[in-house]
């Protein structure tokens, strides 16, 4: 109980930090652990994408207070970096949200996401659906059924 425990901790805690700009690998968990076999991989799915979720919101409130925040050395995204995610998400709107699991993009658009004030349940629902999806997606090929 305590090690399934501290197995679905862990990858919340990857797949929380993935979201930030904080290095972590949660794909390399999350596959780590299907191939485990230990764990129901509906479960896996859940958490990661909880965690992932989650750190993007974490994002989303730094946009939401960013003049407050922008020129902090820990604040999580060059200005560069926010320049180019607020220019396509200005080009594309909401929809550029499904690219919120790409890496190097998607975190730069979960904080333009708050910057430009996306309403929080449109938020949620259109990160969830690529977060959920990255994994559903890693998870099929990693149990080989794509």
């Known amino acids: 109980?305590?090690?399934?425990l501290a197995t679905y901790l862990g990858l919340?805690?990857?797949a929380f930090l993935a979201a930030t700009i904080i290095p972590a690998q949660s794909e390399?968990?999350?596959v780590g652990l299907i191939l485990a076999g230990d764990q129901?991989?509906?479960?896996?799915?859940?958490?990661?994408?909880t965690g992932n979720?989650?750190?993007?919101?974490?994002?989303?409130?730094?946009?939401?207070?960013?003049?407050?925040?922008?020129?902090?050395s820990w604040f999580p995204v060059s200005e560069d970096k926010l320049a180019r995610a607020e220019a396509w998400y200005r080009r594309f709107g909401l929809w550029s949200l499904l690219l919120s699991w790409v890496p190097?993009?998607?975190d730069p658009?979960?904080?333009?996401?708050?910057?430009?004030?996306?309403?929080?349940?449109?938020?949620?629902?259109?990160?969830?659906?690529?977060k959920a999806g990255r994994y559903a997606v890693l998870s099929a090929i990693t149990l080989g059924l794509m």
Do not use: D, Q, Y
């Open 12 to 14: 919340f805690l990857a």
């Open 1 to 4: 109980m305590i090690t399934a």
């Open 104 to 106: 190097v993009i998607g």
């Open 109 to 130: 658009l979960t904080v333009v996401a708050g910057v430009l004030r996306t309403p929080l349940p449109t938020f949620l629902l259109l990160v969830t659906i690529a």
């Open 53 to 72: 979720v989650l750190g993007s919101v974490v994002n989303w409130l730094l946009g939401r207070f960013i003049e407050r925040f922008r020129h902090r």
């Open 28 to 30: 390399a968990v999350l």
């Open 40 to 49: 129901s991989v509906l479960l896996l799915l859940l958490v990661a994408t």
